[in-house]
């Protein structure tokens, strides 16, 4: 028997209650939030759970929402995946300025390196990483440049034309 | 030697007489430094392929006296950067040119590497003459190797120009300092 949406969405309102909301069928992966108090334990019962067993995290990732509301200015999104079912999960957890929340690098091993990648493009503090620091930009940078409020393009610049890189509205 | 189909160089200009040969010390050594230039590539990416083929038999680099790629910066002549160079990358591409001994010239071999090309981003150099002096440009999005040989060539004219004592004046010394090495 596949696993069900409906029975998935009935496992967790039952173990969280109010925890995780929105449940929906969001470009053919079931979709949940999560407040960010919950999301560990949301996590590791979606992991450990026997007949849930979304045992693989195929992604960890950011969003900066800046015209949200206070609370809700960043998103945290866990992409898992049931390989035994095949079935697909989408995680989300929202947070405000100056975002934190707990790691998951406990549950799995490969959420280092994504929630460094996360710290690095978006600034978003995971509490209890073991080594939190920036991945693939320079040591040295001071901005997160994945943050809506910082150029894409470099300061340094002195020849580019922003015609030629779709920075103007009109392109002629 | 007759049937041979080697190119010798040209002397230089100077004075022939029986049994001697006079010239300037500058176009003797400018000679031998121009015809033996040791590339040292640094390729992180597609202009990388042209440079092989560059190497390659096709159009084969040794025929200007670059036979012999160094990959050690230490007896290499010539810095080709070719590729696009990330900031996080600009500490490494320093160091390597500050291992490099003197006499060295650098080429900037695409448009990443001379301007940054189309990547107008945040984590991308906007050239490699921001952090070292760069003394030809290839241009080209990647250049072909013709172009690349071109480079090369151009090179070989500064090199065969260029003063004994250009390493030990207070211009380049100053040029050095403004890239802070």
């Avoid at chain 1, 409906?6 to 209650?17: N, R």
């Avoid at chain 2, 590339?39 to 992180?44: M, S, V």
């Avoid at chain 2, 083929?53 to 025929?63: G, I, N």
């Amino acid at each position: 028997m596949a696993l069900e949406t409906a029975y998935i969405q009935e496992k967790l309102s039952q173990k969280f209650g109010n925890n995780v909301l929105n449940f929906e069928m969001k470009r053919d992966i079931f979709t949940l939030e999560a407040t960010p108090n919950a999301i560990h334990d949301v996590i590791r019962f979606l992991k450990e759970e026997e007949d849930l067993n979304f045992h693989f995290l195929t992604d960890l990732t950011g969003i900066h929402f800046p015209d949200n509301d206070e609370t809700h200015q960043f998103a945290v999104v866990y992409q898992m995946h049931n390989w035994v079912e095949n079935v697909r999960l989408r995680v989300k957890t929202f947070l405000p300025e100056n975002p934190e929340t707990v790691t998951i690098t406990d549950l799995f091993l490969c959420a280092n390196w994504m929630e460094r990648e996360a710290w690095d493009f978006f600034g978003i503090n995971f509490i209890g990483h073991p080594q939190l620091k920036r991945i693939l930009n320079m040591d040295e940078m001071v901005s997160h440049p994945m943050r809506k409020e910082f150029p894409m393009e470099d300061s340094g610049r002195t020849d580019k034309d922003d015609r030629f890189f779709g920075r103007t509205p009109v392109n002629n | 030697m007759s049937d041979s189909k080697i190119n010798m160089v040209a002397p230089p200009e100077g004075v022939t007489g029986e049994g001697f040969f006079a010239t300037k010390l500058n176009d003797v050594v400018g000679m031998a430094r121009a015809n033996s230039l040791w590339p040292l590539p640094f390729a992180t990416s597609c202009c990388g392929i042209e440079f092989m083929a560059t190497m390659a038999s096709h159009y084969d680099l040794a025929r200007f006296g670059s036979e012999r790629v160094s990959f050690s910066p230490r007896p290499a002549d010539m810095l080709m950067v070719m590729g696009t160079i990330s900031k996080k990358m600009a500490p490494i591409l320093r160091q390597v040119y500050e291992q490099m001994s003197e006499p060295r010239w650098v080429i900037a071999v695409g448009a990443c590497a001379s301007s940054g090309g189309v990547f107008d981003t945040y984590s991308v150099l906007q050239g490699i003459d921001k952090v070292i002096p760069v003394d030809v440009y290839v241009p080209g999005c990647p250049p072909r190797p013709e172009q690349i040989v071109d480079g090369v060539m151009q090179l070989q004219e500064l090199v065969r120009n260029e003063s004994v004592r250009r390493r030990n004046s207070p211009e380049y010394k100053e040029l050095l300092a403004s890239y802070n090495l």
